[in-house]
C-alpha cells in the first residue's frame, strides 16, 4: 500500500529535470480550416545553464515552433516548458511581456526583424534598455561596451542599411543580449549569409556565451555552427531523436582530438527513436523483441517480419540465378508474414 501510494505521489508530481530550459512532452498542435497540425509531438529538450547548443532538423520538423515556445511567443497546447523558472503554460499576459524583455533574447534570420531601420547600431541597442530604469548615459555606455565584444563597434553611429549582412547580425545580437537575458534564442542567424561572414556572427554568439555568460540555442542548417558547437540536438517529426556530443579527449600520443557520438535520445517514458538507416536494414517493423544484457539491450527484429525478409531474400537470389546462400536460420514461407 505504501508502494502504491510513493508511486502515486510521483506521478502527480513528477521530478523535472535540472536545467534552465526544460521541456517534457511539449506538444502543439495548430488547427487551420478544420485540419489539425502536431508540429510538436511529444518533446524533450533540456540545456544546462551556461551551454550553447544547435538544433537542427529538416523543414517542417517542428524547430521554429519550438523557438516560438521559448521564446514567449507561442503557447504550447500540452506538456511542460521551464525557461529559467518561469511556467511558459501558465504564464500570464503581462508576465509575457516582462518574460520577453528580460528573461531571453532573440536573433532571427531576417535582419529587418531585429534592428529599426531609422536608428543607428547604438540606439537600436539601447533600446530595449529603456523601461528597465537604467539612465540614459549607463545605456549608452553598455551599448557601446556591447558593439565593442562583438566587434561592431565601428558601426555604432550607422544605420542598418549602411552596414553588411553580418554587422546587421552582430548588432543583432548587442540588441539580444542588452538586458542581460538568461538564454538568447537565434532562429537561422547566419541563414543568409556567406561562409567567411556567417563564421563571423557564430563567433558573435559564442561571445555572448562565454564572455557574458549568456546560454545560447541556435537553430540552424548551417553545418558550419553545428558542427562547432558541444552539442547537436535532432528534431525528427516534432520530438527530438537524435543528440551529437563534441568532446576534446587525449590520443594515446597525447595530441587533443575533437571526438563526435551520435546518441539516440531517450525520453522520460522509455522512448527513444531508432534511426530509419538502422530499421530498414534490419527489416525492423511494429514490433521489435527486447533482450536485457548486461551492459547494453539487444533489439531484434519480429521473428515472423524476419523471416518474410530471408524468404523475399532467398527470392530475389533464385531470380537473379540461385546462386545466393540461405540466411541462418531461415524457415520460414512467406506466408508466415504478419
Ligand atoms: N501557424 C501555423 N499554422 C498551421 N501549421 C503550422 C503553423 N506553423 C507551423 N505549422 C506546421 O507545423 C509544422 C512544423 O513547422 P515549423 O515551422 O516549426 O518547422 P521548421 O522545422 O521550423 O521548418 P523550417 O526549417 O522550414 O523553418 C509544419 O508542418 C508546419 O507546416
Not at 505504501?2 to 506521478?11: G, T, V
Not at 561596451?145 to 562583438?150: S, V
Not at 595530441?255 to 527513444?272: I, K
Amino acid at each position: 500500500m505504501d508502494e502504491l501510494r510513493r508511486r502515486a505521489a510521483a506521478a502527480a508530481a513528477p521530478r523535472r529535470e535540472e536545467g534552465l530550459v526544460v521541456c517534457e512532452n511539449l506538444v502543439r498542435i495548430y488547427q487551420t480550416e478544420g485540419v489539425e497540425v502536431q508540429a510538436l509531438q511529444g518533446l524533450d529538450l533540456t540545456v544546462a545553464q551556461g551551454e550553447m547548443i544547435a538544433v537542427v532538423g529538416a523543414s517542417g520538423s517542428g524547430k521554429s515552433t519550438l523557438l516560438g515556445i521559448l521564446s514567449g511567443q507561442d503557447v504550447p497546447t500540452a506538456g511542460a516548458a521551464e525557461v529559467a523558472g518561469h511556467d511558459l503554460l501558465a504564464m500570464k499576459r503581462r508576465d509575457r511581456l516582462s518574460y520577453r524583455r528580460d528573461t531571453v533574447g532573440f536573433v532571427w534570420q531576417q535582419t529587418s526583424r531585429n534592428l529599426l531601420p531609422y536608428l543607428s547600431a547604438a540606439e537600436n541597442v539601447m533600446l530595449p534598455m529603456t523601461y528597465t530604469g537604467i539612465k540614459r548615459s549607463r545605456r549608452r555606455a553598455r551599448a557601446e561596451e556591447l558593439l565593442d565584444l562583438l566587434s561592431v563597434a565601428h558601426c555604432r553611429d550607422r544605420t542598418p542599411d549602411t552596414l553588411s549582412g553580418g554587422e546587421q547580425q552582430r548588432v543583432a545580437v548587442a540588441v539580444a543580449s542588452a538586458n542581460e537575458p538568461r538564454v538568447l534564442f537565434a532562429d537561422e542567424p547566419t541563414g543568409e549569409l556567406d561562409t567567411v561572414t556567417s563564421d563571423e556572427v557564430f563567433a558573435a554568439l559564442r561571445r555572448a556565451n562565454e564572455d557574458l555568460g549568456v546560454t545560447v540555442v541556435v537553430v540552424t542548417h548551417d553545418a558550419l555552427v553545428s558542427e562547432q558547437v558541444q552539442r547537436t540536438v535532432r528534431i525528427r517529426n516534432g520530438r527530438t531523436s537524435t543528440e551529437v556530443l563534441r568532446r576534446v579527449a587525449a590520443a594515446e600520443d597525447g595530441v587533443e582530438v575533437l571526438t563526435a557520438e551520435e546518441y539516440a535520445v531517450l525520453d522520460g517514458s522509455g522512448r527513444l527513436q531508432l534511426p530509419s538507416e538502422f530499421t530498414e536494414r534490419l527489416h525492423l517493423r511494429k514490433r521489435v523483441r527486447l533482450a536485457l544484457e548486461s551492459d547494453h539491450i539487444g533489439v531484434w527484429p519480429d521473428e515472423a517480419a524476419r523471416r518474410a525478409k530471408s524468404a523475399a531474400d532467398e527470392a530475389a537470389d533464385a531470380a537473379s540465378g540461385g546462386h545466393g546462400t540461405e540466411s541462418p536460420g531461415s524457415t520460414g514461407s512467406p506466408e508466415s508474414a504478419p
